[in-house]
């Protein structure tokens, strides 16, 4: 089982940053692909925004680039999403993704954390 914590959300004001964090724990043994995904207030289904692979090829949702950036520390299990010059359109709860090998299993199994909101308002 694995368990996906992110932390870093919270209230700032356009133009303004935050650095969101993920990580995780539990009986693994490595972490593939590394992801961020929001649902913002009006629609039900999460929205890709970023991910990164063991080799650190990054990709992004077109609106966030060159305001976002992920990062990841595989020693410490952790992902990061470093956001810069948020707007009001990116208000939303954040979610933290990643496929997992496991000595169960032969194929990654894929884990979500619980989410973490951030409200962009003046």
């Known amino acids: 089982q694995v368990q996906l914590v992110e932390s870093g959300g919270g209230l700032v004001q356009p133009g303004g940053s935050l650095r969101l964090s993920c990580q995780a724990s539990g009986s693994f043994l490595a972490i593939y692909t590394m992801r961020w995904y929001r649902r913002v207030p009006t629609r039900r289904q999460r929205e890709f925004i970023a991910?990164?692979?063991?080799?650190?090829?990054?990709n992004y949702l077109d609106a966030v680039k060159g305001r976002f950036t992920i990062s990841r520390d595989d020693g410490k299990n952790f992902w990061f999403l470093q956001m810069n010059n948020l707007e009001p359109e990116d208000t939303a709860v954040y979610y933290c993704n990643g496929d997992f090998r496991m000595a169960t299993s032969h194929t990654p199994e894929d884990y979500w954390g619980q989410g973490t909101q951030v409200t962009v308002s003046a």
């Open positions: 991910q990164i692979t063991p080799s650190g090829d990054a």
